[in-house]
């Protein structure tokens, strides 16, 4: 099992931009994918991005393309997301999650086994 640990989330106004962390342990990363997802109020978990650990392989929503960047430092054990141009509409509470089998490539909660507590990122108007 994988233990997950978000930070980095806050306040900032829009146009702003924040980095989020994931710090991982207890078990080997190699060929699992790590993603980080956002759930705003009364909406359901949507994806926002995903790295494989290999680093090979990137995926991003629509919504946060050519704004978000997912990067991972394997030697920290940790994964980034780093949020440029920040909108009132990316206010959620973000969580970073553990692919549940290797190799697989997805962004689809089902497939992630491991996920952090989560970090609140509000972006004022």
């Known amino acids: 099992q994988v233990q997950l640990v978000e930070s980095g989330g806050g306040l900032v106004q829009a146009g702003g931009s924040l980095r989020l962390s994931c710090a991982a342990s207890?078990?080997?990363?190699?060929?699992?994918?790590v993603g980080w997802f956002r759930q705003a109020p009364g909406k359901e978990r949507e994806f926002v991005a995903a790295?494989?650990?290999?680093?090979?392989?990137?995926m991003y929503a629509a919504p946060v393309k050519g704004r978000f960047t997912i990067s991972r430092d394997n030697a920290k054990i940790t994964v980034y997301l780093e949020m440029n141009s920040l909108k009132p509409e990316d206010t959620a509470v973000y969580y970073c999650?553990?692919?549940?089998?290797?190799?697989?490539?997805?962004?689809?909660?089902?497939?992630?086994?491991?996920w952090g507590q989560g970090t609140q990122v509000t972006v004022s108007s």
């Open positions: 790295i494989r650990w290999s680093g090979d392989a990137l």
């Open positions: 999650a553990a692919g549940a089998r290797p190799l697989s490539f997805s962004d689809s909660p089902a497939e992630f086994g491991s």
């Open positions: 207890g078990r080997t990363f190699s060929a699992y994918t």
